[in-house]
């Protein structure tokens, strides 16, 4: 075989290989809205949507996921809170002002942090934070929205600092002595050059931070409630759409009407997700620094 | 790469060995009540083990469906949370059908609270009203002035349906119910919270948690046989005629000693 032919057999290789892992994602898809789609022979798009009343398994069923949206946008609403200022400021200060012997372990304690299983995570909110909730503000429940959303902040800090972090190491030297040379501070430096100059990463970093709260599901199945009402306060449980799929998905019966709304949940997710993801890219190419180096 | 070759053809072979062998023996449909699914699960699941030439299918859909299955003859058992009603009996007459009941398991569903909670007994009206977010506060039945803090089940689970039948009549649990995925969690956020009320199948009862009287009743394996305590039923398996050949081998397993230990391991009471 001459060496031109191996390129070759290896360039088919990965495209094969790609291709593979594309054609699973499309039949997921595909599948996800064949088995989504038949719950609106029952019930409309508006009322599936914009329903107050989940109550799949009675009879007549009401397949109204309007609370079920409301509790995953604002616990992933209030985790980004938490999340944001934590693991950009965190971001910026292992980038930019940390020692090296101090940047090296907590970027380790960082990935050790999103290493931690999700599970993991839940338990404690369950176990730990919920009672301590409960005692310190006196309040009827410690699954709710607030615990749910430290929880959900507690997994974005690593996605949002590792990306934001990476974007921060990519700002050009020059950027940063051109500064310098002028007679700012390192503080302004910070401020007026290097966030600016990163900023289309940063924001990637949120949407992803953000895309993985909305998608997280054994943490909101643990330790958000369960309540599926439209929340009147913070300290009020929830049913975000993951927890719900979870939880009865186990036990619907197949291509029921309670199987299907499900499903279509998971469409409504899926969108959800999706939506993240395409503001991220939109961002990213938007707000991107034309310089000798880009992220 | 000539051992991978080897490991699929032996599986091949196993496949094809093992696909007649499987066919030769008994197979037994059943379907119905999802309250009685786990049972019947982990039921056929050891009988499979013992008779190994014996398929046992296996679907849930409900006691209605099952029933139904029964009488157009496409299950060999249905399982029904309740009793046959009496269309469906005159229905399955008339297409020659003669379903016989066997009580395989008693379900039994006890309101649990926080060890700390003063309250000790409850009426099955105050729990109905309690879960449809009637009442709100535990002083309205004789306890601290504090929120009632209701704990649900996920609502495909049987023990919610049950629970929804016995206790509610049919009426709507309060959409502010908490949601708990299984009877060891609602175990766990009722130990931990002083405002919560849950309710658990009596195999999950533990010292963590303080089991309500309902009525003045207390809930046991034999005040739920003798049908004093009220959130409790039958679960049966309805067969057509006397069962035979496989069917009977697994309905009488179920009925024997092994078969009603997996009923207790489920969280049932036992019916002998």
């Known amino acids: 075989m001459t060496r031109y032919q191996k390129e070759i057999v290896i360039k088919n290789a990965f495209f ?16 996800l809205f064949r ?12 009322d599936f949507l914009f329903g107050r009343e989940w109550y799949p398994t009675y009879d007549p069923p009401s397949y109204g996921i309007w609370p079920l949206i409301v509790a995953s946008l604002i616990v992933t609403f209030f985790s980004s809170l938490l999340a944001v200022p934590l693991g950009v400021l965190s971001a910026v200060y292992i980038s930019e002002i940390a020692p090296p012997a101090i940047k090296e372990i907590l970027k380790s304690i960082i990935e050790l942090l999103a290493g931690l299983p999700s599970v993991v995570l839940g338990f404690f909110g369950m176990v730990t934070v919920a009672p301590w909730l409960q005692e310190t503000f006196d309040l009827p429940t410690g699954l709710n929205i607030v615990n749910a959303s430290a929880i959900l902040a507690l997994m974005a800090v690593p996605t949002i600092s590792s990306i ?7 700002v050009p030297q020059d950027f940063k002595e051109a500064s310098y040379a002028l007679g700012a501070t390192k503080f302004e430096t910070i401020v007026r050059i290097i966030v600016p100059a990163a900023l289309s990463g940063i924001s990637t970093a949120v949407i992803l931070g953000m895309a993985r709260a909305i998608g997280e599901t054994m943490v909101v199945l643990m330790v958000a409630g369960g309540a599926a009402a439209i929340p009147e306060s913070i300290f009020d449980s929830v049913r975000p759409m993951p927890a719900s799929i979870a939880a009865e998905m186990g036990e619907a019966p197949f291509r029921s009407g309670h199987y299907h709304a499900l499903f279509a949940t998971g469409i409504v997710l899926f969108f959800m997700t999706l939506a993240f993801n395409l503001i991220a890219d939109y961002l990213a190419q938007k707000f991107k620094e034309v310089g000798s180096a880009t992220l | 790469m000539s051992r991978l070759i080897k490991i699929i053809a032996v599986f091949m072979l196993c496949v094809v060995v093992a696909a007649p062998a499987a066919l030769a023996g008994g197979n037994v449909v059943i379907k119905g009540s999802t309250t009685v699914l786990p049972v019947a699960q982990a039921a056929a699941e050891a009988y499979m083990k013992i008779h190994k030439n014996v398929n046992i299918s296996l679907s849930g859909g409900g006691s209605g469906d099952g029933i139904k299955a029964l009488i157009d003859k496409s299950t060999d058992i ?3 949370s309740r009793e046959i009603k009496k269309q469906e009996m005159d229905l399955a007459k008339k297409r020659g059908v003669n379903p016989v009941a066997h009580t395989v398991a008693i379900d039994a569903i006890i309101p649990i609270v926080h060890p700390k909670n003063k309250v000790q007994n409850l009426s099955l009206d105050q729990l109905s009203q309690i879960y449809q977010g009637k009442i709100t506060n535990w002083r309205e039945v004789g306890g601290d002035n504090l929120t009632i803090v209701v704990v649900s089940r996920d609502s495909s689970s049987g023990t919610y349906e049950s629970w929804g039948y016995l206790v509610l009549n049919g009426a709507k649990v309060t959409p502010r119910a908490q949601l708990q995925a299984s009877n060891g969690a609602v175990v766990q956020a009722v130990s931990k919270n002083r405002y919560a009320i849950g309710y658990i199948g009596i195999g999950y009862l533990n010292k963590s948690v303080n089991a309500l009287t309902v009525g003045g009743v207390q809930a046991s394996a034999k005040t739920a046989l003798a049908k004093e305590y009220p959130i409790a039923r039958p679960l049966y398996m309805y067969t057509n005629g006397t069962p035979k050949g496989e069917t009977e081998g697994f309905i009488k397993f179920l009925l024997g000693k092994k078969g009603q230990e997996i009923v207790k391991k489920e969280g049932f009471v036992p019916v002998r």
């Not at chain 1, 094969?16 to 599948?31: A, D, E, Q, Y």
């Not at chain 1, 934001?164 to 990519?170: G, I, K, N, T």
């Open chain 1, 16 to 31: 094969t290989l790609s291709l593979i892992s594309i054609m699973v994602l499309g039949l997921i898809v595909i599948f």
């Open chain 1, 35 to 46: 088995e989504g789609l038949p719950i609106f022979r029952e019930v409309s798009l508006r």
């Open chain 1, 164 to 170: 934001s972090e990476d974007a921060l190491y990519a």
């Open chain 2, 78 to 80: 249905a399982n029904s």
